[in-house]
């Protein structure tokens, strides 16, 4: 997707910083790992088993963090210290499929680039492979250039990943705008009564991206379907009555994702609607968490808490917020993690980096799908997504602990049929306060 001229021109000389910044680093990692050479494939088609179809093709993020091509599959970056990289760009002689443009761009200034035809030409142009550092999946050998991945290499630019340039948020920014044009078409279209399916049609129009664009699998429950944290089966009939919407859908530009959730009660009256109007504002309170030097896991920590004291408030759980977090009954409404890195993949790289140089920050005992560990540092970007949603099977393992004392049923059985809520915004973490990436966008988008 083409950016709009005014992004495109400020873009122009933050790819150049971005550009030197990267070229440092590989520097560095090659450095650690005794290589003399970079070489990245872009990745290549895989093909349905016992068929003629390939399943949508998806680049190397190595090789996208490098340049802005997410479609270009048997093509590799070249990188060696002191010299000006190198793109081998396939363009196939081909009538069946389109083929790719000829490289134009704010990027293509900076390197030399070698146009063949054949996949396997690239060999006579990549350098020695025992001298290579070479990143990939298996699927992209060629010849002797086998991906050897090694350790020292993918540790150091995975943690930098965590960095983000001002070339990586301008375009993150831009991936929230579009997002939030789908987030406003889903729920104009809910209130129209739109089944999950047409939901879906209507967000990815408004966004101009389909399940092939897409950074991942649009998430949208109607009613108890918003208790399905990862709901997506999209239903061709709409539920009736209409109560609630669970949405969880992103975007993606030139290669950086954005990751956004919202929730909504068809009767904005109804209590459910206030229950998400608390939940939204202990979310933006989290948001304002996000700092410099704060520990990622205390976030995580103290949003069950928070959540917790919302469920008392309205009469679900009848024992304190610290009672319930320490007896396990808060992971039953809060069992996923309070979010993740973003960036280059929608779960980014390094959220549980003890260093540069490897090692693992393991995640608090009783939580075992968060995310991110690490302590906030200036430049990551991460999510905010707390959430409270009524889960059957959770809610069944409550009572079988012995704690069912701790819930009242009769307030479950009337929040049960609206599923769950979800907010979830991206964050800059700053030298001072926290950078909200999502909400600017809503706001531009009234």
């Known amino acids: ?142 010849g002797g250039y086998a991906p050897n991945n090694p350790e020292p290499v993918i540790h150091y630019l995975e943690y930098q990943r965590s960095y983000k340039t001002p070339y990586e948020i301008a375009l993150m920014r831009q991936a929230q705008r579009l997002a939030v044009r789908g987030h406003r078409a889903a729920e104009a279209a809910f209130r129209a009564g739109e089944s999950e399916f047409g939901i879906h049609m209507a967000y990815c129009t408004a966004v101009g991206q389909d399940a092939n664009d897409l950074p991942y699998g649009n998430i949208i429950g109607l009613n108890e379907h918003a208790a399905v944290l990862h709901y997506t089966e999209l239903q061709r009939v709409a539920p009736s009555p209409l109560r609630s919407l669970l949405i969880d859908a992103g975007a993606s530009f030139h290669g950086y994702a954005s990751d956004i959730t919202r929730t909504y009660a068809y009767d904005t009256g109804a209590e459910f609607q206030a229950m998400i109007d608390a939940v939204d504002t202990a979310q933006q309170a989290m948001c304002a968490g996000v700092r410099a030097g704060v520990d990622y896991k205390q976030l995580h920590v103290d949003a069950h808490l928070t959540l917790m004291g919302i469920l008392k408030d309205f009469g679900v759980i009848t024992v304190s917020p610290e009672a319930a977090l320490a007896t396990g009954v808060s992971a039953a409404f809060f069992p996923h993690g309070l979010g993740h890195p973003i960036g280059l993949q929608v779960h980014d790289v390094a959220g549980f980096a003890a260093t540069d140089r490897g090692g693992r920050i393991e995640r608090p005992a009783g939580h075992p799908y968060l995310r991110m560990t690490r302590v906030l540092e200036p430049g990551m970007v991460v999510t905010i997504e707390p959430g409270l949603y009524f889960i059957d099977l959770l809610l069944e393992e409550v009572k079988k602990n012995g704690h069912a004392a701790s819930v009242d049923w009769s307030r479950v059985d009337a929040l049960r049929p609206y599923g769950g809520i979800r907010i979830e915004d991206e964050v800059l973490c700053t030298e001072s306060d926290a950078d909200n990436l999502t909400r600017p966008a809503f706001a531009e988008a009234r």
Do not use: C
Request: hydrophobic share 45%; charged share 20%.
């Open 1 to 142: 997707m083409n950016a709009p001229a005014d992004l495109a021109a400020r873009l122009v000389p933050l790819y150049a910083d971005h550009l030197a910044l990267m070229k440092q680093r590989a520097d560095e990692a090659l450095s650690r790992g005794g290589f003399d050479h970079l070489v990245v494939p872009s990745g290549t088609q895989h093909w349905q088993v016992f068929d003629d179809r390939d399943y949508p093709y998806a680049v190397n993020p190595q090789f996208k963090a490098w340049l802005p091509m997410t479609r270009l599959p048997y093509s590799w970056l070249v990188y060696t210290p002191g010299e000006r990289p190198k793109v081998i760009f396939y363009q196939p002689f081909d009538y069946w499929h389109v083929v790719p443009d000829a490289p134009s761009g704010w990027w293509v200034d900076h390197f030399d680039i070698h146009i063949i035809r054949k996949p396997d030409e690239a060999i006579a142009l990549l350098p020695p492979a025992a001298r290579s550092a070479i990143l990939g999946e298996p699927q992209s050998a060629l």
